[in-house]
C-alpha cells in the first residue's frame, strides 16, 4: 500500500507535521512518502493567472502524488477557524484539474492539533463537511488537543488518554485495507 503524508501548512515548525510524521511510523510496513507544501509552491489562485499561464505544474505535480496513493494522512492547522492559506490554495489549483475531485477517491486519515484546548476542532469540522465533495473518504478523524502538552518529540503523543484514542483509530484505518 501506497501512503502520502502531509501538513497542510508551510510552516518549517509545523507541529501539525510532527502529528503527521507520527501518524505515519504507524504505517512502517507500507510505502510512506511524507510531502512537505514547500516543495509545492505557486501563486496565489487568479482565473486570469489560469486563462494566462495556465494550472502551475506544482498543483498537477500534487495531484499526481495523490492518484498514486492509497490513502492520504493529512494533519491540518486551523488558521483563524479555516485552512491555511497555503492549503487552500493547494486544493484552489487542484480542483482546476479538468475532471478531478480534489483528493481523487482516495481514503483518508484526517488529523488536526493545536496548542489550544479544541485541537483544530473548527477545521475539522469544515473538512468532515467537506472534503467528501472533493473525493476523500474519510475513514477516521482525530484531535490531538495542547499539543506541547500532549506530545513530545522522540515519543509521539503522551497523554495516554489520547494516545489509546489515536491507536485505535489507526487501527480502524488499517482494517479498511485488511
Known amino acids: 500500500m501506497k501512503i502520502l503524508a502531509f501538513a497542510g ?8 507535521k510532527k502529528l503527521v510524521t507520527f501518524a505515519s511510523t504507524f504505517f512502517s510496513e507500507n ?19 489560469e486563462l494566462e499561464a495556465g494550472i502551475p505544474q506544482s498543483a498537477k505535480d500534487f495531484a499526481a502524488k495523490i492518484d498514486a496513493s492509497d490513502l ?3 494533519s491540518t492547522p486551523e488558521n483563524n477557524g479555516n485552512f491555511p492559506a497555503v492549503f487552500k490554495n493547494l486544493m484552489d489549483w487542484m480542483s482546476r484539474i479538468k475532471g478531478r475531485k480534489i483528493f481523487g477517491e482516495k481514503s483518508m486519515f484526517l488529523m488536526a492539533t493545536s496548542d489550544g484546548a479544541r485541537g483544530g476542532a473548527s477545521v475539522l469540522e469544515i473538512a468532515q463537511k467537506r472534503f467528501p465533495f472533493d473525493g476523500a473518504q474519510v475513514l477516521e478523524v482525530f484531535s490531538l488537543p495542547k499539543f506541547r502538552e500532549s506530545f513530545e518529540e522522540g515519543k509521539g503523543i503522551i497523554d495516554e488518554e489520547k494516545k489509546a484514542e489515536f491507536e485505535e483509530k489507526v487501527a480502524v484505518v488499517k482494517t479498511h485495507f485488511a
Open 31 to 49: 510505502e510512506v512518502e511524507i510531502l512537505d507544501l514547500n516543495d509545492y509552491e505557486m501563486p496565489i489562485y487568479k482565473r486570469e493567472i
Open 9 to 16: 501548512s508551510n510552516s518549517t515548525v509545523s507541529i501539525n
Open 72 to 74: 492520504i494522512l493529512l
